[in-house]
C-alpha cells in the first residue's frame, strides 16, 4: 500500500501497471517507472516490489522536507533496495541539488537497512526493454492447463528458431497463432528464454529451461 495517494498526472504518462510478482496492479507515475517495474518483472533475483513505500524526513539547511521513495524492491539474497527514478537529463540540470539531497536519503536508509540507487533511462538498453514490452504483453494469459500442453510439446521439440518452432507445433497457422501467445507467455515466466539483447523476429531462437 502506497503511504501517499498517487497523484495522476496530465504532463507525463500515468496508469496502473499489472504485476505478476505481487498478484496486483502498480500504479505509476511516469513512463519512466513504468519501464522500471518491467525490468523487475524479469530481474530472476527480485521477489516483490512496492511502489512509493515508506515516508521519511531529510534537512536541507535549516529546513526538513519530507521523501517518498518511488519503489521498494526486495531481493532474494534478503536485500531490500529503494529506488528512485529520474531522467538523467533532470539529474544533470539539477545535480547539486540532487547530489546533496541524496546523500542525506542514503545515509538515513542504511540506518533502516535498505540500499539506494537512483534509476534512469540509461540503466535499460532501449532493445531489451522493447522486447521485455512486448513479451509481457502476454502476462494476463491464464489458461494453465494449455500451458502445461504447450510446454510438454516443447519439451519434446527441443530448442529451435521461433517460426521452426511453431512449425514443429502444427503445420496449421490456426493453431500455430492459437500457440503464439503461450510461446511468449512461457518466456515471461522462464519456462522458455530468448537472448533479449536481440530484436526479436521469426527467427529469435527459443531455448527451453527445463
Known amino acids: 500500500m502506497p503511504v501517499r495517494k498517487p497523484k495522476k498526472n496530465y504532463r507525463s504518462l ?6 505478476l510478482k505481487n498478484q496486483k496492479g502498480i500504479f505509476f507515475e511516469s513512463k519512466l517507472e ?20 515508506i515516508q521519511i524526513a531529510y534537512k536541507n539547511g535549516q529546513k526538513t522536507y519530507p521523501y517518498t521513495p518511488d519503489c ?18 533532470e539529474l544533470e540540470e539539477k545535480k547539486d541539488f540532487f547530489d ?12 533502516q537497512d535498505y540500499s539506494f540507487k537512483v534509476f534512469t533511462e540509461k540503466d535499460v538498453d532501449p532493445v531489451i526493454l522493447k522486447n521485455m514490452s512486448f513479451i509481457y504483453n502476454y502476462v494476463t494469459i491464464r489458461d494453465e492447463t494449455m500451458i502445461k500442453d ?40 522462464g519456462k522458455l528464454t530468448i537472448d533479449f539483447s536481440k530484436k526479436i523476429t521469426p527467427q529469435t531462437y527459443i531455448e527451453v529451461l527445463a
Request: aromatic share 14%.
Open 100 to 111: 546533496y539531497k541524496f546523500t542525506q536519503i542514503e545515509t538515513i536508509l542504511q540506518d
Open 14 to 19: 500515468t496508469g496502473m501497471f499489472y504485476s
Open 150 to 189: 504447450i510446454y510438454s510439446k516443447i519439451l519434446n521439440i527441443g530448442s529451435l528458431p521461433y517460426m521452426d518452432l511453431l512449425h514443429q507445433l502444427s503445420p496449421d497457422k490456426h493453431k500455430q497463432a492459437l500457440y503464439t501467445p503461450y510461446i511468449w507467455h512461457l518466456v515471461l515466466t
Open 34 to 53: 513504468r519501464d522500471l517495474f518491467l525490468t523487475l518483472e524479469f530481474d530472476k533475483k527480485v521477489i516483490s516490489y512496492e511502489e512509493q513505500p
Open 72 to 89: 521498494l524492491v526486495h531481493y532474494k539474497e534478503d536485500i531490500s533496495c529503494i529506488i528512485e527514478v529520474k531522467y538523467s537529463n
